[in-house]
């Protein structure tokens, strides 16, 4: 996977990480059934071609899936240990060369345990940051609620923002950035926008 239509096109890394991949199936004297490329922006959630890979592995066709990094199958935690789950339903294997994890052995499987705990600490803490900064644009408000989203907080992202956007990078290119950087959101979801980036830059700060 690659996430600029530019790199599909040219093929810019693509080849290495299929090269990586076809590398490993040979060292594991493995058959490669059918290998899977895909184009995505790192703000869509649209992954037909992962879909159709996973829809194969789930009948049977194929009995893992390997990526040659953990951040060209999924950058987020609570996502890939859903996949991780599916797998263990339907019986098929997860194996990423980058950082390694293989659920073919039992190491493996127990290392993407103690990934699937890290993706449940990561859910509870989006929650507990996104109730925080509720609270406390409600009691700069006056203790009145406040709508809409939340005064985004964090301070370190904040000043990176702003460092980007005197850069000359472009709102839309900002909220790629962090998207891709696994940032949470103000809402608290992995997804940024242009309309966050402006709001977050055009507030008043001290």
């Known amino acids: 996977r ?9 093929g810019l890394g693509l080849e290495a ?21 895909e184009v995505a922006s ?16 789930d009948v049977g066709q194929a009995d893992a899936l390997m990526v040659s990094r953990l951040d060209r199958l999924s ?13 263990e339903q339907h019986g ?12 073919s052995n039992p190491f493996g499987r127990m290392m ?13 803490l989006i929650s507990v940051r996104t109730k925080e900064g509720l609270a406390a644009a409600a009691e700069r408000n006056g203790g009145k609620k406040v709508g809409g989203l939340p005064l985004y907080e964090d301070r370190r992202q904040i000043e990176r923002i702003v460092r980007m956007r005197q850069d000359g990078k472009a709102l839309k290119a900002i ?13 608290g979801g992995t997804t940024w926008n242009h309309k ?11």
Request: glycine share 2%; with cysteine.
């Open 2 to 10: 690659v996430s600029t239509r530019e790199q599909g096109n040219s």
């Open 17 to 37: 990480q299929q090269a990586k991949c076809s590398a490993e199936v040979t060292a594991r004297d493995w058959t490669s059934v059918l290998t899977v490329t």
């Open 42 to 57: 790192a703000a869509s959630k649209q992954r037909p071609e992962l879909t159709r890979a996973l829809r194969m592995l």
């Open 75 to 87: 950058r987020s935690l609570y996502e890939f240990a859903t996949i991780m789950h599916r797998a």
């Open 92 to 103: 098929w294997k997860v194996v990423v060369l980058d950082p390694p994890v293989d659920m």
């Open 112 to 124: 993407a345990q103690v990934a699937m705990a890290f993706a449940e600490l990561e859910r509870h």
């Open 175 to 187: 909220a790629e950035t962090l998207t891709a950087a696994g940032v949470p959101s103000p809402s």
């Open 196 to 206: 966050s980036i402006r709001r977050i830059l055009t507030r008043p700060r001290c």
